[in-house]
């Protein structure tokens, strides 16, 4: 069975630009939640959707966005990138809201 | 902001040995999960525990979740190298997210 799947896994930006990052879920999962890891340091929660309804929001700018698609998949979007946004963008999927299976993540450089 | 404190936070120590990695918090959480992060990777799932008091086993690693629910403790026996890596706690407040610790980033000598 296939994992969560991420892409790009890769990616570099420039400030001000605009990303989207997707997140293709476990099958049978319709959880989805978003975590931003700086080097370092843990995950830091930034959405979760569960049933294509936003469940949760962490503590991050309007910049941040997302959404979770009929098929459960989901994108993330960040607007007017800093170079602080650059950090590890993992996703996780899950049968439920407590269930957390990660994928690989995209590593996101903003130049 | 719930916040979990994982100790210590840097762990380097000879193939053989035995060590504990803990995560504390001042909040109660429904449950706990352990994942251990390669560089590069997504944390993958090591085990989650959900009644005070639990002890899980999973080969070398046993999880311990407090009696209060808001703490958690990994002890790895006879560690190898295969075990290096980052280890995170993270706790389940209601089941709408997910609080990570600091990690524990553990390097096994051959």
């Known amino acids: ?111 | 902001t719930q916040l979990l404190e994982q100790s210590p936070q840097f762990l380097s120590i000879q193939e053989g040995e035995n060590l504990t990695v803990y995560c504390n918090s001042s909040s109660v959480f429904s449950s706990l999960q352990w994942y251990r992060q390669e560089p590069g990777e997504g944390p993958v799932l090591l085990v989650t525990v959900v009644t005070g008091g639990e002890v899980k086993k999973l080969k070398r690693l046993t999880f311990q979740f407090g009696d209060a629910r808001k703490d958690s403790s990994l002890h790895i026996t006879a560690a190898q190298p295969g075990d290096t890596g980052l280890y995170l706690c993270a706790g389940d407040d209601t089941g709408n997210q997910f609080y990570f610790g600091t990690g524990t980033s553990l390097t096994v000598i051959p």
């Open chain 1, 1 to 111: 069975d296939a994992g969560v799947t991420q892409s790009p896994t890769h990616l570099i930006k420039t400030r001000g630009q605009h990303v989207t990052l997707r997140c293709s879920p476990i099958s049978g999962h319709k959880s989805v939640s978003w975590y931003q890891q700086v080097l370092g340091q843990g995950p830091q929660f930034i959405f979760q959707y569960y049933e294509k309804e936003e469940r949760g929001r962490g503590n991050f700018p309007d910049r941040f966005s997302a959404r979770q698609f009929p098929n459960y998949s989901s994108e993330l979007n960040v607007n007017a990138l800093l170079l602080g946004d650059s950090a590890l963008y993992l996703c996780a999927t899950g049968t439920s809201p407590a269930e957390a299976f990660f994928g690989q993540g995209t590593r996101l450089t903003v130049v």
